[in-house]
């Protein structure tokens, strides 16, 4: 892998930034909770858990799984939300509990792959994810999900594959497109990167990372100040998307915009704090050239 920074930023952050990397909100199709016991507080939590109150939906699914603890979808459920509040290891350990109870569970795998990628560990996600898809050939957010653990294993032809065939198998797979748009950022193929992303945003307008992606295309190209413009996009849709952040600061300390510039790193890294080392050249590049300013 080249010693891009901006490419390493964006995988220590796949799995805060990038919403295809996150569980789904929904419960799996083929084995859905329909105890009278535990329907209204699953329910309730699936409600809780889509408006983003996790906290709460965790006490439903708490509730439910007191009241029928051999469900293995509650805990998938339960596992999403542990995620979401970045209890790594209690997600995992919601994960394998229901793989214990349901072996055939594809979606608990896949779950637990996000979890474990989330912790650092591709191999565990991989794995994982290939489990899943022994088990649902047709499940495109494993092999998107699959690539990104590839990323992190420095394959970026392997991660290719897995999200062409993410695209092969759901055409209007928005972040795929973005995903795979990173990886040919990568690669110096600018033409298929842009378009990928613009394909992205023709799915889904609302898609911050696809103007992220766009952004530090034009960064690359050194369109420094279109690059702002897309930065800027991302932004409004995504006021904490620490990576904007980061590529904004860079197009404007590359303008000699220090001022504006170095305010945009530290908010990256007040954000991730893992992009501190990242940014830290480029902050002391802004930081003397203001004293030197004055």
Do not use: W
């Not at 795929?176 to 990886?183: D, P």
């Not at 945003?201 to 690059?227: C, F, H, S, T």
């Not at 945009?264 to 003397?288: G, H, R």
């Amino acid at each position: 892998m080249r010693n891009n920074c901006f490419f390493r930023c964006f995988v220590v952050l796949a799995f805060l930034a990038v919403s295809s990397l996150s569980p789904a909100a929904t419960p799996p199709q083929k084995a859905k909770p329909d105890s009278s016991k535990t329907e209204p507080a699953v329910q309730q939590g699936i409600a809780l858990y889509k408006k983003g109150d996790f906290r709460r939906a965790l006490a439903s699914f708490d509730k439910a799984i007191a009241a029928e603890p051999k469900n293995p979808v509650t805990y998938v459920l339960r596992g999403k939300v542990k995620y979401r509040l970045f209890d790594f290891d209690g997600a995992i350990a919601d994960q394998t509990q229901a793989i214990k109870l349901d072996p055939k569970l594809a979606e608990a795998y896949a779950d637990r792959g996000v979890m474990r990628l989330a912790k650092g560990d591709a191999d565990g996600a991989i794995a994982d994810h290939t489990q899943a898809i022994v088990l649902n050939r047709k499940y495109a957010q494993a092999y998107n999900n699959r690539g990104f653990a590839r990323i992190r294993k420095s394959d970026l032809d392997g991660a290719l594959i897995d999200f062409n065939y993410a695209l092969k198998l759901n055409p209007f797979y928005a972040e795929a497109y973005v995903n795979r748009g990173s990886i040919y950022l990568e690669k110096r193929k600018f033409e298929e990167a842009l378009n990928d992303a613009t394909r992205a945003l023709a799915i889904d307008p609302k898609l911050d990372g696809a103007y992220n992606l766009r952004g530090r295309i034009y960064l690359r190209e050194g369109k420094n100040k279109v690059a702002i413009e897309e930065f800027d996009k991302a932004l409004e849709i995504n006021p904490k998307l620490a990576t904007a952040f980061f590529g904004r600061g860079t197009a404007r300390i590359a303008l000699n915009e220090l001022t504006k510039g170095l305010a945009d790193l530290q908010q990256a890294v007040s954000l991730v704090p893992a992009l501190k080392p990242q940014a830290a050249s480029l902050i002391e590049k802004a930081e003397k050239g203001l004293k030197q300013s004055k």
